[in-house]
Nanobody, 126 residues
Framework: QVELVESGGGLVQAGGSLRLSCVAS????????MGWFRQAPGKEREFVASIHNTNRSTDYADSVKGRFTISRERAENMVYLQMDNLKPEDTAVYYC???????????????????WGQGTQVTVSS
């Protein structure tokens, strides 16, 4: 079992930045994909970004390309999501997810992930 815990959410004005963090409880897995998803009220959960730990490949939703950056700190089992130039439409609960071992790449479907965090709220005011 892998536990994921997100942090770093909050309230920010449009154009501002936030960095989300996700720490995984286990360090024994070798190959995995870490992803970020988000869910706004009344909407389905949607893919935001993912990173493959072995080749460091990254993938982004079109809506966040050029504004968000996913990265990892392997030694500390951490994954980050740097969010710049935030827009009101980025408001959502953001979830960290893990696909262990990886099913496919890229992996943009929520059903393709085995483990999920509890979520952290991001609110962008206009």
């Amino acid at each position: 079992q892998v536990e994921l815990v997100e942090s770093g959410g909050g309230l920010v004005q449009a154009g501002g930045s936030l960095r989300l963090s996700c720490v995984a409880s286990r360090r024994t897995f070798v190959v995995y994909i870490m992803g970020w998803f988000r869910q706004a009220p009344g909407k389905e959960r949607e893919f935001v970004a993912s990173i493959h730990n072995t080749n460091r490949s990254t993938d982004y939703a079109d809506s966040v390309k050029g504004r968000f950056t996913i990265s990892r700190e392997r030694a500390e089992n951490m994954v980050y999501l740097q969010m710049d130039n935030l827009k009101p439409e980025d408001t959502a609960v953001y979830y960290c997810a893990a696909d262990i071992p990886p099913r496919t790449w890229p992996n943009t479907q929520s059903r393709g992930y085995d483990y999920w965090g509890q979520g952290t709220q991001v609110t962008v005011s206009s």
